[in-house]
């Protein structure tokens, strides 16, 4: 079946501009992830949906970072005024089971955003 | 807080080889561990998760390890080929759902 897709793949922008990334998990997951990873930082959690829940939205590194999850399947991560330091590849991943312990994390390809 | 660390950073090895990679976390409260896969400018492929409660997991010729109460786990490579270079990423699932990574060994095997 279809894994977890997202777009756009590359995204270049100006400093300033707003952003939308998407992402598509596998079908029938309930819980769905984004990350970023970006040079000298690793890969770094920034927000997970479970199901009807609330977002834990710890990892949202400042308030210009924004995410939400339509319908419980397509999620958007949208980033206000960017910045310099917002280039770097921001990765999702979706899991099926609601229970935290079982449940293996499929990733996207990823969506590879510059900031010029 | 947990965090995880990945040794060596990177590893050249010539094709044939075995090969251990080392990852280790500091807060042993963890679901399970997985071990990815990322090519250049790629996602990342999931290549074993280990549950807490089990010891090891074995795929073709991968083997990974877990020992929770040590907070250390190794993938083994055995008989390496050029196309297992990659950079190979160890992550613990966190109690909240994070999966929590190292920054990865980057593997050249060489022909």
Do not use: M
């Not at chain 1, 984004?34 to 977002?55: C, D, K, T, V």
């Not at chain 2, 297992?84 to 990865?104: M, P, R």
Request: aromatic share 8%; glycine share 10%; proline share 5%.
């Amino acid at each position: 079946g279809a894994g977890v897709s997202q777009s756009p793949s590359n995204k270049v922008t100006e400093k300033g501009k707003d952003v939308e990334l998407r992402c598509d998990p596998i079908s029938g997951h309930t819980a769905l992830y984004w990350y970023r990873q970006s040079l000298g930082q690793g890969l770094e959690f920034l927000i997970y949906f479970q199901g009807n829940s609330a977002p834990d939205k710890s990892g949202l590194p400042s308030d210009r970072f924004s995410a939400e999850r339509t319908g419980g399947s397509v999620s958007t991560l949208t980033i206000q005024r960017t910045q310099q330091e917002d280039s770097a590849v921001y990765l999702c991943a979706s899991s099926l089971v609601p229970e935290a312990g079982t449940s293996e994390q499929y990733f996207g390809p990823g969506t590879r955003l510059t900031v010029t | 807080k947990q965090e995880v660390t990945q040794i060596p950073a990177a590893l050249s090895v010539p094709e044939g080889e075995n090969l251990v990679l080392n990852c280790s976390f500091t807060d042993s409260a963890i679901y399970n561990l997985q071990w990815f896969r990322q090519d250049p400018g790629k996602g990342l492929t999931s290549l074993l998760l280990i549950q807490s409660s089990q010891r090891e997991q074995t795929s073709g010729r991968l083997n990974a390890s877990l020992d929770k109460s040590s907070g250390r786990s190794t993938l083994y490579i055995a008989a390496s080929q050029p196309g297992d270079s990659a950079t190979y990423l160890c992550a613990v699932l966190h109690n909240t759902g994070k999966l929590i990574f190292g920054q990865g060994t980057t593997l050249q095997v060489k022909p």
